[in-house]
């Protein structure tokens, strides 16, 4: 079963102020043969870090496969979101575009972000919800 690894995943792994157990959890979910990388969860994670930080996630980033994005992913993503809306759930533009990747492709999405989980209840999204250790 092939799993996006959606980027708040990412950025708890390599996030300087990440507590350790977190940070241990966002490493398995990486580390998983069934984990895989798509555009947009690439695009968000590193134009939000610099230096080092994006020289070491672009070196993981690269062994990893990456799911080809559909020609119509900005249609799916607008689809998604009108469901959303309706439904009084406001869910960001990547996120959506995330979410339209994963129907696409028939992929489960792994994150610690439960508004996909609301998401999923309204569509044929798949959704692994991981939970931040305290």
């Known amino acids: 079963m092939v799993k996006i690894i959606d980027s708040c995943i990412w950025i708890d792994l390599f996030g300087a102020k990440t507590a350790t157990v977190v940070r241990e959890v966002a490493r398995h979910a990486l580390i998983a043969e069934s984990s895989t990388l798509c555009e947009p ?46 439904h009084q759930l406001i869910i960001n533009s990547i996120d959506l575009l995330i979410a339209a990747l994963c129907l696409h492709h028939e992929v489960t999405l792994v994150t610690f972000d439960a508004h996909f989980q609301k998401l999923a209840s309204w569509s044929k999204l798949e959704v692994e919800l991981m939970k931040r250790p305290s």
């Open 41 to 86: 969860v690439q695009f968000e994670v590193l134009r939000g870090c610099h230096g080092n930080a994006r020289r070491q996630i672009w070196r993981r980033m690269e062994t990893m496969p990456m799911l080809p994005t559909p020609h119509d992913l900005w249609r799916r993503a607008l689809t998604l979101g009108e469901i959303c809306y309706d």
